[in-house]
């Protein structure tokens, strides 16, 4: 009885150190800890468009659309516009302002639009901003408002003295509290 009593503690214990032992292996190493982040949500864009289209205004659009779905949701192209000057396929930037010009407007071709918040750059990068310290008399022209005595204007103040912020623009003859108002969305001073 004896040997019966002392052969199941062995077979008992030795089925303990068994179990012990494959827990032991089985076990996951220590490692580093991973932070896991949530996937980062792909917000829609704002936009502003306007000019030769059917219904400019500002557009909610889903993340990474072009500028050809900013057209559509504007309507399409009005029958004078001219789609050649601007890179429909290009994608949109949040906040970006696209200006499809028409047929005869002042500003014929895309190298004419560099550094203007009209149109696409011959890069095919959206511009949005217009540098009052560096743009050309044409450019001035096309912000809102602004015809050719006022765009000479705006060239010799800056000449005297540099824009630092765009509220200065006010400070230009001809440019009032209205003005500054339309073109506000288009001026930079430079970074």
Do not use: W
């Amino acid at each position: 009885m004896m040997s019966k009593i002392k052969d199941l503690l062995i077979g008992v214990l030795f089925g303990l150190l068994s179990a012990g032992l494959i827990l032991l292996v089985s076990r996951p190493k220590p490692g580093r800890a991973v932070l896991l982040r949530p996937a980062p949500t792909l917000r829609p864009v704002v936009i502003n468009i306007d000019g030769a289209v059917i219904s400019p205004g500002v557009y909610t659009l889903p993340f990474q659309s072009r500028v050809m779905d900013a057209v559509k949701a504007a309507g399409g192209l009005a029958e004078n516009a001219s789609p050649g000057s601007v890179n429909l396929a290009a994608e949109l930037e949040d906040g970006s302002h696209i200006y499809i010009p028409a047929r005869n407007s002042s500003l014929e071709s895309p190298a004419e639009m560099v550094g203007s918040a009209i149109g696409l750059a011959v890069s095919g990068e959206l511009i949005s901003m217009i540098n009052i310290n560096q743009a050309s008399l044409e450019v001035l022209i096309g912000l809102p408002g602004i015809g050719p005595v006022t765009a000479e204007k705006i060239i010799s103040y800056r000449e005297e003295q540099l824009f630092t912020r765009i509220e200065e623009i006010q400070k230009v003859p001809g440019i009032g509290p209205a003005t500054y108002e339309q073109i506000k969305i288009y001026l930079t001073v430079g970074e």
